[in-house]
């Protein structure tokens, strides 16, 4: 290949990316409005909503991405998708939304989650220490994920008073539409989801090839900041509103679903052999970010007074920079 097609070759899969994530972010967007409705529509629980529909909705992209990457055999998108997103949701999403206000935990069901999500990230690293996930591994994740979600609709029906239900409530009157309509948008953000992330996995795909990157490195960057854009937009928007609730249910769940359905997925598509450093550097970060998010947002001085403060925000946004310096160096060999 001549200088001049290595050129355009990269400036198409440059534009395929860019191009993939602005029909990801609106068709996720399209595909959580369309769900959320419907789910109205046929008389979900609020806090059943925000659990489990906003949740898939917003790991949507994850999982299409993910499992898209698995057929087309590429495994490190895959897992960097997944992992990536996990950690650019703590430190870079809840990072910067914090430092805009401060994110106070008001929630019983959120404060739940955040030791179950300690948990399971560190199912994540058991898994993977023998360098490799299985389908029997794929299986597991996808076992406990069914009980989650049996968890959270238990939870859903059973709690009637919940901050993050009183929250999700008035954004389902503000986003309320016929059901034909959500049923239009539900179909058309699924299938351009499906379309966006064929044409992502494919530019990024190339760039590796063309820069000589590993497909890891670009799952846990450019796909994982990527696919988490709708949880960087919703959450800022639910923070400025003072919906905090809101704000930190889009990272837990989102999370949950990525580290459990989307690698889960990926893993009974296609086993995938795990690199060493996803060990020794992804999996420490994300789990030493899921570490300080149980520490900063449980509250340990008494019930409902978890907060995250912008001390606090700026030191994930901190662990962020430090985690994309060190990406960076491996890229660069410096």
Same mark, same amino acid.
């Given at each position: 290949?001549?200088?001049?097609?290595?050129?355009?070759?990269? !400036?198409?899969?440059?534009?395929?990316?860019?191009?993939?994530?602005?029909?990801?972010?609106?068709?996720?967007?399209?595909?959580?409005?369309?769900?959320?409705?419907?789910?109205?529509?046929?008389?979900?629980?609020?806090?059943?909503?925000?659990?489990?529909?906003? @949740?898939?909705?917003?790991?949507?992209?994850?999982?299409?991405?993910?499992?898209?990457?698995?057929?087309? @055999?590429?495994?490190?998108?895959?897992?960097?998708?997944?992992? @990536?997103?996990?950690?650019?949701?703590? !430190?870079?999403?809840?990072?910067?939304?914090?430092?805009?206000?401060?994110?106070?935990?008001?929630?019983?069901?959120?404060?739940?989650?955040?030791?179950?999500?300690?948990?399971?990230?560190?199912?994540?690293?058991?898994q993977v220490w023998d360098g490799e996930i299985t389908r029997g591994d794929a299986l597991l994740l996808l076992t406990v994920f069914v009980g989650l979600m049996g968890w959270a609709i238990r939870q859903g029906?059973?709690?009637?008073?919940?901050?993050?239900?009183?929250?999700?409530?008035?954004?389902?009157?503000?986003?309320?539409?016929?059901?034909?309509? !959500?049923?239009?948008?539900?179909?058309?953000?699924?299938?351009?989801?499906?379309?966006?992330s064929r044409l992502l996995v494919w530019g990024a795909v190339e760039i590796a090839r063309g820069f000589g990157v590993s497909d890891l490195i670009i799952g846990l960057t450019i796909v994982a900041v990527g696919?988490?854009?709708?949880?960087?937009?919703?959450?800022?928007?639910?923070?400025?509103?003072g919906e905090h609730d809101i704000a930190l249910g889009n990272v837990l769940g989102s999370n949950l679903f990525n580290t459990l359905a989307v690698v889960g997925i990926a893993g009974m598509i296609s086993p995938?052999?795990?690199?060493?450093?996803?060990?020794?550097?992804?999996?420490?970060?994300?789990?030493?970010?899921?570490?300080?998010?149980?520490?900063?947002?449980?509250?340990?001085?008494?019930?409902?007074? @978890?907060?995250?403060?912008?001390?606090?925000?700026?030191?994930?946004?901190?662990?962020?920079?430090?985690?994309?310096?060190?990406?960076?160096?491996?890229?660069?060999?410096?």
């Amino acid at each position: 290949m001549t200088g001049s097609e290595l050129i355009r070759s990269m !400036a198409t899969a440059f534009l395929a990316i860019i191009l993939g994530l602005a029909i990801l972010v609106w068709s996720a967007d399209r595909f959580v409005e369309g769900s959320a409705a419907i789910a109205v529509h046929f008389g979900m629980p609020a806090l059943l909503i925000g659990m489990v529909i906003v @949740g898939f909705g917003t790991s949507a992209p994850e999982m299409v991405v993910s499992a898209v990457s698995a057929l087309q @055999g590429s495994p490190g998108i895959a897992l960097g998708n997944a992992y @990536g997103s996990n950690i650019t949701n703590i !430190a870079l999403i809840l990072g910067l939304t914090s430092l805009l206000s401060p994110i106070a935990v008001h929630s019983r069901v959120l404060r739940k989650e955040l030791p179950i999500l300690t948990a399971i990230t560190a199912l994540a690293a058991w898994q993977v220490w023998d360098g490799e996930i299985t389908r029997g591994d794929a299986l597991l994740l996808l076992t406990v994920f069914v009980g989650l979600m049996g968890w959270a609709i238990r939870q859903g029906l059973r709690q009637k008073d919940d901050a993050l239900g009183s929250e999700m409530e008035q954004e389902l009157v503000v986003r309320a539409m016929p059901v034909r309509r !959500a049923v239009f948008w539900l179909g058309i953000g699924l299938i351009f989801l499906v379309a966006s992330s064929r044409l992502l996995v494919w530019g990024a795909v190339e760039i590796a090839r063309g820069f000589g990157v590993s497909d890891l490195i670009i799952g846990l960057t450019i796909v994982a900041v990527g696919t988490s854009l709708p949880e960087l937009a919703s959450s800022i928007i639910a923070t400025r509103k003072g919906e905090h609730d809101i704000a930190l249910g889009n990272v837990l769940g989102s999370n949950l679903f990525n580290t459990l359905a989307v690698v889960g997925i990926a893993g009974m598509i296609s086993p995938m052999a795990v690199a060493p450093e996803v060990l020794s550097r992804d999996i420490l970060v994300m789990g030493g970010l899921t570490v300080l998010l149980f520490v900063f947002g449980y509250g340990f001085s008494g019930p409902g007074r @978890g907060r995250i403060n912008r001390f606090e925000g700026a030191t994930l946004l901190a662990c962020y920079l430090a985690y994309t310096t060190c990406l960076a160096r491996c890229v660069f060999g410096q």
